[in-house]
């Protein structure tokens, strides 16, 4: 069974550019996450969606946004970008029942440097 | 609100040292609790999990028991080994919230010398 896959694994941006990240669940997965790891905050919640629906947002400001497809692959964006948005983007997938049934499966991760 | 505070690091022992990380939270009601590893390069995964008071995680010789007096979940291995060298992040999920919202402390380094 194929893992979490996100894509591109590192980007490279200018401040001021807008970014599009994509992640493709494993096959059945209905839930997609997004994380930010930063070394300064570590991990921090962006948001999550399950059938397409917006489930749950973090405390991040609205240039960072989120949308999910029918297949359940996701994609996040980040407009407008600043040098404190490099950071490693990770994506995560899990079945949507609850997280003891179904923990979460993460991605390896996309690498947006900000210069 | 709901948090959880992992002890600083990095950690380094020596190869078959014991191994123990402490995690402590503070959350509303009863949460799960996790502790996931992540290899150099690559995302997280998940290391074992308890669901209620006095449950015991394990997995591949970790062990943490779900501790809700100390309100703590420390990470425990008796023998550590190079290929252990990761980081260790302790997480929980608060009872009715989003499953894919986990809360996450800030990792804790360990590196195993030979």
């Known amino acids: 069974k194929a893992g979490v896959t996100q894509t591109p694994r590192y980007l490279i941006k200018t401040r001021g550019q807008q970014v599009t990240l994509s992640c493709s669940p494993i096959?059945?997965?209905?839930?997609v996450s997004w994380y930010q790891q930063t070394p300064g905050q570590g991990l921090q919640f962006l948001f999550e969606?399950?059938?397409?629906?917006?489930?749950n947002k973090g405390n991040f400001p609205g240039r960072f946004s989120g949308r999910q497809f029918s297949n359940s692959r996701s994609e996040m964006n980040v407009s407008t970008l600043e040098l404190g948005d490099s950071a490693l983007y990770l994506c995560?997938?899990?079945?949507?029942?609850?997280?003891?049934?179904?923990?979460?499966?993460f991605g390896n991760g996309t690498r947006l440097t900000v210069t | 609100g709901n948090s959880v505070t992992q002890m600083e690091g990095p950690v380094t022992l020596s190869e078959e040292a014991f191994l123990t990380i402490n995690c402590t939270y503070t959350?509303?009601?009863?949460?799960?609790l996790f502790w996931y590893v992540q290899y150099p390069g690559e995302g997280l995964q998940l290391l074992l999990k308890?669901?209620?008071?006095?449950d015991k995680g394990s997995n591949k010789g970790f062990e943490a028991t779900y501790r809700k007096e100390t309100t703590s979940f420390h990470l425990e291995k008796g023998s550590v080994q190079v290929s252990d060298s990761a980081v260790y992040f302790c997480?929980?999920?608060?009872?009715?919230?989003?499953?894919?919202?986990?809360?996450f402390g800030k990792g804790t380094k360990l590196s195993v010398k030979p």
């Open positions: 308890a669901t209620k008071a006095d």
């Open positions: 997480a929980l999920s608060v009872p009715g919230g989003s499953q894919g919202n986990l809360i």
């Open positions: 995560a997938s899990s079945s949507g029942q609850g997280a003891i049934s179904s923990p979460l499966h």
């Open positions: 959350a509303t009601g009863y949460p799960s």
């Open positions: 969606y399950f059938s397409e629906t917006q489930r």
């Open positions: 096959s059945g997965h209905r839930s």
